[in-house]
């Protein structure tokens, strides 16, 4: 049967045409450009709760993961994207600016599956008040392939935000390791933000030393689990909740409930062929209203 030229999607009210459905994105027998596309669609309902707003970068593979020279970051705008594809002027730290997408519905997701945009990255903040953001991330990233190094990480971590009255949720990147994640109201500024993040890390790590670390250099390392602090920050980006990586299967970045953590095998454990319908129950769909504020976080630490 002759593969289609284009295949037309229906999303957020309107229709998206994907070029090239049938073409392999994660190599032979793998998931598919259509199927990117339709996998996005469906879960853009919990998905785009966590985008709405905030600046995007995008990884694109216009041929696919195991193409030579693999894929590249795209952090502007194309000129050639529909009139509806928002988005918004971003400042650099530096000065100077940058116009990139934000994912406001269904068929902004569709229409990046299209441009071969395997994995989403938002940023921590929304468009007006850029500077302030209502995120921390904490990123655990074990040495090898080591999850159950990851859970047991995370459990140290959420208690010790729990301590300074934040709230704490648990996302598999996709990748090797997990990400725990503190809803907070935009009440500092995005390096005070990230100072907050690496007293958090050093409290964890300092627990558990044998087995943890907060050392950028990895020789420094010596096995140990490496709590990444150094999402946060201005103009930092983070893999975004049912975003898909790009790794062969085609693994996706999944929220959790944190009595789900320990039934959890892999980072790698969902796929866009296996997802299921676990988005529409989005166990991150509250986070939001658990903004907790950093500032009596800080005091907590300082009593």
């Not at 904490?138 to 859970?151: S, V």
């Amino acid at each position: 049967m002759p593969v289609p030229a284009a295949e037309a999607l229906k999303a957020g009210g309107r229709t998206v045409t994907v070029q090239r459905p049938g073409k392999e994105l994660f190599g032979p027998g793998g998931v598919t450009k259509g199927e990117l596309a339709r996998y996005y669609r469906a879960v853009a309902p919990a998905m785009v709760r966590h985008l709405r707003g905030r600046p995007l970068a995008v990884q694109r593979y216009p041929e696919g993961i195991e193409a030579e020279g693999q894929g590249f970051y795209v952090k502007n705008r194309p000129g050639s994207a529909p009139a509806w594809v928002a988005s918004a002027e971003v400042p650099h730290e530096h000065g100077g600016t940058s116009r990139m997408v934000v994912c406001d519905g269904a068929a902004t997701l569709v229409w990046l599956a299209d441009q071969a945009a395997i994995t989403l990255h938002p940023w921590l903040s929304r468009i007006g008040d850029l500077r302030r953001p209502d995120r921390l991330i904490i990123d655990l990233d074990p040495a090898g392939d080591d999850f159950p190094a990851a859970r047991r990480a995370a459990r140290d971590v959420r208690a010790v935000l729990e301590e300074l009255g934040l709230a704490a949720y648990v996302m598999t990147t996709g990748s090797r390791g997990l990400h725990v994640v503190a809803p907070i109201r935009p009440e500092i500024d995005a390096w005070h933000a990230r100072d907050l993040a690496h007293v958090i890390a050093e409290t964890a790590a300092a627990r558990r030393p044998g087995d943890l670390t907060t050392h950028v250099r990895k020789q420094r390392r010596r096995g140990r689990l490496f709590i990444d602090y150094l999402r946060n920050g201005y103009a930092q980006l983070a893999v975004a909740p049912y975003s898909v990586r790009a790794l062969p299967g085609a693994p996706v970045a999944m929220p959790l409930a944190w009595d789900e953590l320990d039934g959890v095998a892999s980072a790698r454990a969902w796929t866009v062929r296996t997802i299921g319908d676990r988005a529409a129950a989005d166990p991150w769909r509250d986070l939001a209203r658990h903004a907790r504020s950093p500032l009596k976080a800080v005091d907590r630490l300082g009593g």
